[in-house]
Structures are given as structure tokens and as C-alpha cells.
């Protein structure tokens, strides 16, 4: 079953990448896409050309945004409620390991990965296997992340680092978003 649900999320990248960029294109984007994953909430919306590697290993929440071009790989993943990933983004819960001294047919090694509520990765962060991230984070664009992430956090650089905590009300003022 692991490989047809691989060869349906190609398909579906394929044959949904005229669909509009937002509204009901990228609605419809995470209701097909939704129906492959291990888990989904309500609500999912992928951006065109977003790759799920292993869809029945993704778990994703309620009102889960997935932008363009974002790549989720292999091993278990999990992406709580709220999250938003930003364009070109990597997540990957799995390592390849060596074998006489090469990757090439080394084998992998799993470590799952977990995205905690309301976090926000910023364009081209690179989530590694093993990370947790904590709730209401910000992950600075262009971050690689390689260790855990505690709650409230604003992080960015190679590799990741706390810069500062998160205003976790700063938009209480503001209107709501459209959901």
C-alpha cells in the first residue's frame, strides 16, 4: 500500500499543479492529499507542487498549511494543528547511513519528527530526522534545524539557534486571518 499512496501523491502534484494558488486550488490540493496521509484534521491546504515522499507516514492536524515547492520525506512525521510551513521547506525523518565508506547503498536510519502547534517555518528551513519543535515557534527562513526546539521560540541560522522568545499575542489586536 506504501508505494501506490507514494506513486497517488505524485499524481496528484501532477495533476493539480493548474489548480489556482489559493482559495479552492489549494483547498482541494489537501482534500485529495488528505485522503493518503497516515492522519489528517481538517482543513489541509497544500500549495502547487508540494512532494509527500511517504504520505501514509504524515500526520497532520486541523488548519495545516503546506507551502509551494516544500518538500516532506521519509519516517514518521507529525504536524500538530496549526502549523505553517512556508515555501521550499524540507522535513525529513530519516538519515542515510555508510557503508564502506559511501552513503550510496548504505541504508537509512528513521527518527521521527514533530512540529508543534501554531509553529511557523519560515521559506527554506530544513527540518532534520529526530527534531522536536516546540508550539508556537518561528523558525527563521533559510534555518537548518538540527535540535530540538523548546516552546515559544524564535530560531534561525546553520545550524538553528535561539535568538529570542516568541510574542505568542501579537496579532490579539489585529482581525482574524481568513481560516
Known amino acids: ?56 507516514r504524515l500526520s497532520v492536524g486541523h488548519h495545516v498549511y503546506i507551502g509551494f515547492n516544500t518538500y516532506i520525506g521519509d519516517g514518521d512525521i507529525t504536524l500538530d494543528d496549526e502549523v505553517v510551513l512556508g515555501p521550499f521547506c524540507s522535513i525529513t525523518g530519516g538519515n542515510h547511513l555508510y557503508r564502506e565508506g559511501s552513503v550510496r547503498f548504505g541504508g537509512y536510519e528513521y527518527k521521527p519528527v514533530h512540529i508543534g502547534k501554531g509553529t511557523w517555518l519560515g521559506s527554506h528551513v530544513s527540518v532534520l530526522a529526530g527534531v522536536t519543535i516546540g508550539k508556537g515557534c518561528l523558525i527563521a527562513s533559510g534555518a537548518v534545524v538540527t535540535k530540538d526546539v523548546p516552546d515559544g521560540m524564535i530560531v534561525g541560522g546553520v545550524p538553528a539557534k535561539i535568538i529570542k522568545e516568541n510574542d505568542l499575542n501579537s496579532g490579539a489586536d489585529k482581525g482574524n486571518q481568513e481560516s
Open 1 to 56: 500500500m506504501s508505494n501506490r499512496k507514494k506513486m497517488l501523491s505524485g499524481w496528484i502534484r501532477v495533476f493539480t499543479s493548474p489548480l489556482p494558488t489559493y482559495g479552492w486550488g489549494i483547498a482541494l490540493r489537501g482534500k485529495l492529499m488528505g485522503m493518503l496521509l497516515k492522519a489528517s484534521g481538517k482543513n489541509l491546504k497544500l500549495a502547487p507542487a508540494v512532494h509527500v515522499y511517504n504520505p501514509g
